[in-house]
Protein backbone atom coordinates (compact mmCIF):
# COMPACT_ATOMS: atom_id res chain seq x y z
CA UNK A 1 0.00 0.00 0.00
CA UNK A 2 0.79 3.36 -0.94
CA UNK A 3 0.94 5.39 1.68
CA UNK A 4 -0.49 8.69 0.85
CA UNK A 5 0.17 11.87 1.93
CA UNK A 6 -1.90 12.78 5.11
CA UNK A 7 -4.68 15.08 3.84
CA UNK A 8 -4.54 18.75 4.48
CA UNK A 9 -7.48 20.43 5.39
CA UNK A 10 -7.84 22.69 2.22
CA UNK A 11 -8.17 26.41 3.25
CA UNK A 12 -9.64 29.12 0.96
CA UNK A 13 -7.15 31.02 -0.74
CA UNK A 14 -7.33 34.33 1.56
CA UNK A 15 -9.09 37.15 0.18
CA UNK A 16 -6.91 39.88 -0.79
CA UNK A 17 -8.10 42.45 2.77
CA UNK A 18 -10.56 45.63 1.40
CA UNK A 19 -8.65 48.30 0.23
CA UNK A 20 -8.85 51.10 3.17
CA UNK A 21 -9.08 54.28 2.31
CA UNK A 22 -6.10 56.90 2.96
CA UNK A 23 -6.53 57.98 6.21
CA UNK A 24 -5.26 61.56 4.40
CA UNK A 25 -8.41 61.64 1.95
CA UNK A 26 -11.18 60.73 4.57
CA UNK A 27 -9.42 63.79 6.56
CA UNK A 28 -9.85 66.21 3.61
CA UNK A 29 -13.17 64.74 3.16
CA UNK A 30 -14.38 65.45 6.48
CA UNK A 31 -13.56 69.24 6.66
CA UNK A 32 -14.70 69.48 3.23
CA UNK A 33 -18.27 68.76 4.04
CA UNK A 34 -18.32 70.41 7.42
CA UNK A 35 -17.55 73.59 5.32
CA UNK A 36 -20.29 72.91 2.91
CA UNK A 37 -22.66 72.15 5.77
CA UNK A 38 -21.51 75.67 7.12
CA UNK A 39 -21.65 77.56 4.65
CA UNK A 40 -25.36 76.26 3.67
CA UNK A 41 -25.95 77.26 7.22
CA UNK A 42 -24.96 80.73 7.16
CA UNK A 43 -26.71 81.55 3.96
CA UNK A 44 -29.80 80.55 5.29
CA UNK A 45 -29.46 82.41 8.76
CA UNK A 46 -28.61 85.07 6.67
CA UNK A 47 -31.78 84.61 4.51
CA UNK A 48 -33.92 84.49 7.62
CA UNK A 49 -32.63 87.47 9.06
CA UNK A 50 -32.49 89.78 5.91
CA UNK A 51 -36.63 88.41 4.89
CA UNK A 52 -37.41 89.39 8.95
CA UNK A 53 -36.22 92.45 8.72
CA UNK A 54 -37.89 93.55 5.78
CA UNK A 55 -40.75 91.88 7.55
CA UNK A 56 -39.96 94.34 10.54
CA UNK A 57 -39.21 97.15 8.63
CA UNK A 58 -42.98 96.73 6.69
CA UNK A 59 -44.48 96.27 9.85
CA UNK A 60 -42.77 99.27 11.31
CA UNK A 61 -43.87 101.84 8.53
CA UNK A 62 -47.59 100.22 7.31
CA UNK A 63 -48.28 99.04 10.66
CA UNK A 64 -47.60 101.93 12.70
CA UNK A 65 -50.53 103.93 10.73
CA UNK A 66 -53.05 101.09 11.44
CA UNK A 67 -51.98 101.19 15.13
CA UNK A 68 -52.19 104.72 16.05
CA UNK A 69 -55.85 104.51 14.26
CA UNK A 70 -56.85 101.49 16.56
CA UNK A 71 -55.11 103.10 20.06
CA UNK A 72 -57.42 106.09 19.66
CA UNK A 73 -60.97 105.39 19.68
CA UNK A 74 -63.22 106.39 16.68
CA UNK A 75 -60.13 107.19 14.60
CA UNK A 76 -59.92 103.54 13.19
CA UNK A 77 -63.16 104.69 11.30
CA UNK A 78 -61.57 108.23 10.91
CA UNK A 79 -58.42 106.82 9.41
CA UNK A 80 -59.99 104.73 6.94
CA UNK A 81 -62.42 107.55 5.89
CA UNK A 82 -59.41 110.18 5.49
CA UNK A 83 -57.89 107.09 3.20
CA UNK A 84 -61.20 106.69 1.08
CA UNK A 85 -61.69 110.67 0.83
CA UNK A 86 -57.65 110.99 0.22
CA UNK A 87 -58.31 108.28 -3.24
CA UNK A 88 -61.27 110.51 -4.16
CA UNK A 89 -59.88 113.37 -4.46
CA UNK A 90 -56.77 112.73 -5.72
CA UNK A 91 -58.30 111.27 -9.16
CA UNK A 92 -59.69 114.95 -9.67
CA UNK A 93 -57.52 117.49 -10.50
CA UNK A 94 -57.78 120.38 -8.28
CA UNK A 95 -59.52 123.85 -9.18
CA UNK A 96 -58.30 127.21 -8.39
CA UNK A 97 -59.99 130.46 -7.66
CA UNK A 98 -57.98 133.53 -8.43
CA UNK A 99 -59.42 136.38 -5.91
CA UNK A 100 -59.12 139.72 -6.28
CA UNK A 101 -56.04 141.59 -4.89
CA UNK A 102 -55.86 143.17 -1.44
CA UNK A 103 -54.25 146.40 -0.43
CA UNK A 104 -54.91 146.68 3.44
CA UNK A 105 -52.70 149.49 5.78
CA UNK A 106 -50.92 147.25 8.93
CA UNK A 107 -51.04 147.53 12.14
CA UNK A 108 -48.13 149.52 13.26
CA UNK A 109 -44.87 148.31 14.65
CA UNK A 110 -43.41 152.14 14.99
CA UNK A 111 -44.69 155.21 13.96
CA UNK A 112 -44.71 154.60 10.66
CA UNK A 113 -47.52 153.13 8.42
CA UNK A 114 -47.45 149.99 6.23
CA UNK A 115 -49.34 148.87 3.35
CA UNK A 116 -49.95 145.28 2.49
CA UNK A 117 -50.81 143.89 -1.27
CA UNK A 118 -51.37 140.71 -1.54
CA UNK A 119 -53.03 138.35 -4.11
CA UNK A 120 -54.63 135.38 -3.29
CA UNK A 121 -55.59 132.16 -5.22
CA UNK A 122 -58.22 129.33 -3.22
CA UNK A 123 -57.55 125.62 -4.18
CA UNK A 124 -60.62 123.61 -3.98
CA UNK A 125 -60.49 120.23 -4.40
CA UNK A 126 -63.78 120.09 -6.51
CA UNK A 127 -65.46 121.98 -9.00
CA UNK A 128 -68.86 122.01 -7.17
CA UNK A 129 -67.88 124.41 -4.75
CA UNK A 130 -66.66 127.39 -7.16
CA UNK A 131 -70.41 128.22 -7.39
CA UNK A 132 -70.30 128.16 -3.76
CA UNK A 133 -67.12 130.63 -3.74
CA UNK A 134 -68.95 133.24 -6.01
CA UNK A 135 -72.48 133.28 -4.35
CA UNK A 136 -70.26 134.35 -0.98
CA UNK A 137 -67.40 136.58 -2.54
CA UNK A 138 -68.20 139.90 -0.95
CA UNK A 139 -68.45 138.01 2.71
CA UNK A 140 -64.84 136.25 2.09
CA UNK A 141 -63.28 139.38 0.92
CA UNK A 142 -64.23 141.58 4.07
CA UNK A 143 -63.70 138.56 6.21
CA UNK A 144 -59.95 138.61 4.62
CA UNK A 145 -59.63 142.71 4.74
CA UNK A 146 -60.68 142.38 8.50
CA UNK A 147 -58.11 139.56 9.43
CA UNK A 148 -54.93 141.08 6.61
CA UNK A 149 -55.40 144.52 8.34
CA UNK A 150 -55.19 142.90 11.66
CA UNK A 151 -51.77 141.93 11.48
CA UNK A 152 -48.42 143.62 11.86
CA UNK A 153 -45.65 143.58 8.88
CA UNK A 154 -43.19 141.64 11.41
CA UNK A 155 -45.62 138.74 11.93
CA UNK A 156 -46.20 138.18 8.53
CA UNK A 157 -42.59 139.35 7.23
CA UNK A 158 -41.19 135.47 8.00
CA UNK A 159 -41.85 132.21 6.23
CA UNK A 160 -43.75 130.95 9.16
CA UNK A 161 -45.52 134.07 9.61
CA UNK A 162 -46.95 133.60 5.75
CA UNK A 163 -47.54 130.01 6.25
CA UNK A 164 -49.99 130.81 9.64
CA UNK A 165 -51.40 133.51 7.52
CA UNK A 166 -52.62 131.15 5.20
CA UNK A 167 -53.72 128.94 7.48
CA UNK A 168 -56.03 131.52 9.47
CA UNK A 169 -57.39 132.71 6.14
CA UNK A 170 -58.58 129.12 5.11
CA UNK A 171 -60.57 129.30 8.53
CA UNK A 172 -62.28 132.65 7.56
CA UNK A 173 -63.03 131.86 4.49
CA UNK A 174 -65.11 128.83 4.99
CA UNK A 175 -66.68 130.51 7.89
CA UNK A 176 -69.67 132.02 5.80
CA UNK A 177 -69.51 129.06 3.69
CA UNK A 178 -70.24 126.39 6.50
CA UNK A 179 -73.14 123.57 5.33
CA UNK A 180 -72.61 124.33 1.47
CA UNK A 181 -69.00 123.79 1.53
CA UNK A 182 -67.18 121.51 3.83
CA UNK A 183 -63.83 122.24 5.25
CA UNK A 184 -62.48 119.92 3.36
CA UNK A 185 -63.35 121.41 0.17
CA UNK A 186 -60.86 124.44 0.55
CA UNK A 187 -57.28 122.55 0.28
CA UNK A 188 -55.25 125.78 0.91
CA UNK A 189 -54.96 129.51 0.26
CA UNK A 190 -52.42 130.28 -1.83
CA UNK A 191 -50.31 133.52 -2.08
CA UNK A 192 -49.94 134.58 -5.68
CA UNK A 193 -48.36 137.75 -4.61
CA UNK A 194 -47.02 138.99 -1.48
CA UNK A 195 -45.58 143.00 -0.94
CA UNK A 196 -44.87 144.97 2.25
CA UNK A 197 -44.49 148.40 1.90
Do not use: C
Not at 18 to 40: F, G, I, N, V, Y
Not at 63 to 69: C, H, I, L, R, V
Not at 84 to 100: D, I, M, R, W
Not at 182 to 187: E, M, V
Amino acid sequence: MATTAPKQPKTAPKAPAPLEPDADLEQDAAPKKKKKKRSLLKMLLLLTLLLGSAGGAAWYFLGDQQSEAATKPGMAKAATAKSAKTKAVSSKPPVFVALEPFTVNLQHDDSSSQFLQVGLSLKLVDELYVDAIKQYMPEIRNRVLLLLSSKKASEISTLEGKKSLSIELSKEIVQPLAGRVPAQGLDSVLFTSFVVQ
